[in-house]
């Protein structure tokens, strides 16, 4: 599975920025779909993710009431929609995908395969 993602730039806080990140090789049907970040001088974390099955999202904390993950199978194609952004938002955001990943592990990211090239979102204040 190769993942391409799109849809960064910049926005004042308040503003809201769709992701994108698009599969192709193969169908991402029976895959976890996540949604990484990553901020200079810290580690990647848990954005949100689809289970395997599709049948659950999941989401961080953080995040939780101002994002959300959806998916187009026609186009196999993952969407992040980012509302209220807050500065803190600052990011790279990453897709990831992995088809034997267990419900335990979805915000973990070594438990990913699969990984997309990152796209910058940057949140002015």
């Known amino acids: 599975v190769q993942l391409q993602a799109s849809g960064g730039g910049l926005v004042q806080a308040g503003g809201s920025l769709r992701l994108s990140c698009a599969a192709s090789g193969r169908t991402f049907s029976g895959y976890a779909m996540g949604w990484f970040r990553q901020a200079p001088g810290k580690e990647r974390e848990f954005v949100a993710a689809f289970s395997r099955t599709g049948g659950s999202t999941h989401y961080a904390d953080s995040v939780k009431g101002r994002f959300t993950i959806s998916r187009d199978n026609a186009k196999n194609t993952v969407y992040l929609q980012m509302n209220s952004l807050k500065p803190e938002d600052t990011a790279v955001y990453y897709c990831?995908?992995?088809?034997?990943?267990?419900?335990?592990?979805?915000?973990?990211?070594?438990?990913?395969?699969?990984w997309g090239q990152g796209t910058q979102v940057t949140v002015s204040s």
């Open positions: 990831a995908a992995d088809k034997s990943i267990i419900l335990s592990s979805l915000r973990a990211p070594a438990a990913y395969d699969y």
